[in-house]
């Protein structure tokens, strides 16, 4: 039968050659579709390696000077043991499961700050992002230890030890080496170091982001005295409700503990859903996604149609040629079989070509723009392109043809 269906194949090569042409062109052309497609959902669903359901994030206030109860000459360390005194207090609450103090470090801010990390020769070519944080930051947002573990994280940083995620291990440690227990520092050549008490799993930056460079260290007590005074906005305080006690968490939340939390010059000022914040610190990105999926459904669509209304054309006017078939003793599931081959057929000798330009796009640097491309990558985006075309290319020939086949052989013959 394959020998039959290629020498139709050949001696119809002038019409085949510009549906060859046409099956070329699309498939470069759908290939970048669903390349886009397929990155864009495997990097949204890959895991975030954090958790903010249930996460709330609360800021602090301080009285204006001109408040009636503003109180004077407060020390520093003195307006520390608030602010530690606050968290406990959040901390004891009934609807909280754990609280936190943290800089720069709650998801879906879109503040931060970063370092390039070093150890001997080896350093971080990219940011590390860094997470300054009490212990149970790791709690609240239930971060894990390579080991599946967070309480490895929680006890590195009570240790006053740094935290650092799997890719920055493998940036700074070959070979596999395990970086738990060796020196790292902030700058080169720094003869002050840090132990790496932990290792982490990877933590993404966002829902459309790889980036999962970071470190966490200790907020000390010293640390948290550059966040006193009029700088006390800039503290996060995170915290995990129970997931039971989350109904109007924050309404609740403020009439029980507005006047607990009005320790010194400082007062509960915002209290906001994580999850809310995500929502719009991604709306962006969700509008500009949104955006592409509706130009690529259009596109797939005229794809879609094209394919289709090409092969049903071409089968309409084969009807003369599939009563005389049947009138020459074939069935109409060996006649639809033979036009299913003789298509995907056409379809293979053009994708194979199409795959390799690609590819060599990719070598010569005219795909530079598409990080971590790979062989792989490329073949499953022409594995998914060919199963897609395949299926239109069915669907425009069952259809006409399947109406074509139950038309007696004389009457067709007759039309012809």
């Known amino acids: 039968m394959i020998k039959h269906i290629l020498q139709i194949i050949w001696n119809e090569r002038k019409q085949n050659m510009g549906i060859w042409l046409e099956f070329f062109l699309v498939s470069v052309f759908l ?5 886009f497609l397929y990155v864009t959902v495997g990097i949204y669903t890959k895991p975030m390696g954090f958790d903010t359901e249930h996460t709330y994030i ?22 520390v043991e608030q602010l530690l005194i606050i968290q406990e207090r959040i901390q004891h609450n009934p609807l909280v499961e754990v609280a936190s103090l943290s800089f720069h470090s709650s998801p879906h801010i879109g ?11 080896f350093q971080t070519n990219f940011p590390v992002l860094e997470r300054a944080v009490t212990p149970d930051f790791f709690k609240v ?28 291990e493998r940036l700074l440690f070959s070979n596999g080496e395990s970086a ?43 640390t948290l005295e550059t966040f006193t005074g009029d700088k ?33 010059n400082y007062y509960l000022s915002t209290i906001e859903s ?24 259009f596109l797939l669509v005229n794809i879609f149609l094209g394919i289709i209304g090409t092969f049903w054309f071409r089968t309409q006017h084969r009807k003369g040629e599939i009563g005389l078939r049947i009138a020459l003793g074939d069935t109409p599931k060996k006649i639809l079989e033979k036009y299913y081959i003789e298509g995907v057929i056409l379809l293979t000798s053009a994708i194979i070509p ?43 020939i069952w259809f006409p043809a399947r109406k074509a086949v139950k038309v007696p052989p004389m009457e067709a013959l007759r039309d012809e």
């Open 31 to 35: 290939w970048f579709i669903v390349d």
């Open 180 to 222: 738990v227990g060796k020196e790292i520092s902030l700058r080169k050549g720094d003869s002050i170091t840090y132990r790496v008490g932990a290792v982490s799993k990877g933590v993404r930056y966002d829902h459309f982001n790889t980036w999962d460079l970071y470190f966490a260290r200790a907020l000390s007590n010293k």
């Open 111 to 121: 503040n931060n700050i970063s370092h390039h990390l070093y150890r001997d020769t």
């Open 354 to 396: 199409a795959t390799v330009i690609i590819y060599v796009l990719k070598v010569t640097g005219l795909l530079s723009y598409y990080e971590s491309f790979t062989w792989g990558r490329c073949l499953i985006g022409f594995g998914i392109t060919y199963l897609l075309l395949a299926l239109m290319i069915i669907i425009g």
């Open 232 to 264: 006390i906005n800039a503290l996060e305080i995170c915290v995990r409700v129970k997931p039971e006690e989350e109904r109007d968490f924050i309404d609740r939340f403020r009439s029980e503990m507005t006047e607990q939390l009005r320790v010194g």
């Open 274 to 297: 994580i999850p809310e914040n995500r929502k719009i610190f991604q709306r962006d990105d969700m509008n500009n996604l949104r955006t592409r999926m509706f130009i690529t459904f």
């Open 58 to 79: 609360m800021r602090l206030g301080i009285l204006n000077e001109n408040s009636p109860e503003f109180k004077k000459e407060e020390s520093v360390q003195k307006e």
């Open 141 to 168: 947002f239930r971060y894990k230890a390579k080991s599946g573990s967070t309480d490895e994280l929680v006890q590195a940083v009570e240790k006053n030890e740094f935290v650092i995620s799997g890719s920055v």
